[in-house]
């Protein structure tokens, strides 16, 4: 384990299990419905802070870019390339190809309109985009974003979280029936319905740059709230979803008791923790690796989660922004160590 922050993390979530039907169920398909398990509770798409429905508005809007968890590396989307001019200033310059649903080209002056609905008071992105002073327009496909001081994970909030949408729509009708019958995007799908606390519905805009990359995606994709496990389970064997996200390693076998659907493991970013405050005992450094060597995660993880979780030595894992391999030190299970730790801050009979 690794104190950091004062918690102590003994293991990262990969227990994000996906079910779905046979690939050559889904490939012969153009309507895909999909379980989730998190709500969207409004049309306005900065009013929600859940981190997966970042995923779901960046298909519709964008994203601005991205960061590959393979390769550990930010990509270009609707930014294709940009530059550091100073510690306090980045500049972006906007792929062309890049659309609004009605056709017209997504442009610096959209990207401003949308970090300032960021930084609204009302906005649920606003601590997200704590850093940021302002964004200014350079001319028309180049926008130039300013921090209140030098930020080098500016790309970890700008990608897969900045989500860019009409000016020119707001300012036609304003914030609320733009969000609610004009939800014009950049991305490869567009809002077809959109039922706060039920559903979501995309369709896939063919003409889309990245549409076309990807041929095999669905026409049409339908994210559907289920929040309870049971509900998400017996949706899949029903056949009324094909995905359902977060089946727990307990009841996979259920699902894959049926010949027509597989579990799918996906590494997450959820994380588990032993949270250790800097009050007596844990003021001491020795007891807080103590705790460390006194768990046995291993055993956590073949037991009580059955194989699917993965070990940490840290807050992040692989192919997470700023990890690295390297991070020492790396404690393993080890009680005998444990007692002597105790026994040196003084607790020889255990705390």
Known sequence: MKWQNGKSIFAVGTILVMAATTPRLVAAQTRV???????ME???????????????????????????YDTGEF????????????????????DQAYKFNDG???TAADVVHSMN???????????????????EAVDKYTVK??????TAPLLDFVCD???VTSKAIYDKYGRDEADRKYMYGGGPYRLVELIPGQRMVIAKRPDHPYAKKNPQAPDEIVYRVMRETEQRITALLNDEIQIGQFIPPHLRKRVEASPNHR??????????????QPKPPFDKKEVRQAVCYAIDRDKIINTLLEGFAGRLDGPIGPGQYGYDPNLKPKYEYNPEKARKLLAQAGYPSGV
């Open 117 to 135: 609905r960021v930084l609204d008071p009302e906005s649920k992105h606003k601590t997200l985009a704590s850093p940021m002073l302002k964004a």
């Open 104 to 106: 017209s080209p997504v």
């Open 33 to 39: 419905s999909i379980g989730v398990t998190e709500t």
């Open 42 to 68: 409004t049309f306005n798409p900065y009013g929600d802070s859940v981190s997966l429905l970042y995923g779901i508005w960046s298909e519709i809007t964008g994203p601005f870019c991205t960061y590959n």
């Open 161 to 163: 979280r900045l989500i």
């Open 75 to 94: 990509e270009g989307r609707l930014a294709k390339k940009w530059e550091v001019k100073d510690p306090n200033t980045w500049v972006f310059h906007l």
């Open 145 to 150: 974003l300013i921090t209140k001081k030098p």
């Open 263 to 276: 579990v799918v493991p996906a590494d997450s970013v959820e994380i588990m923790f032993l949270a250790m």
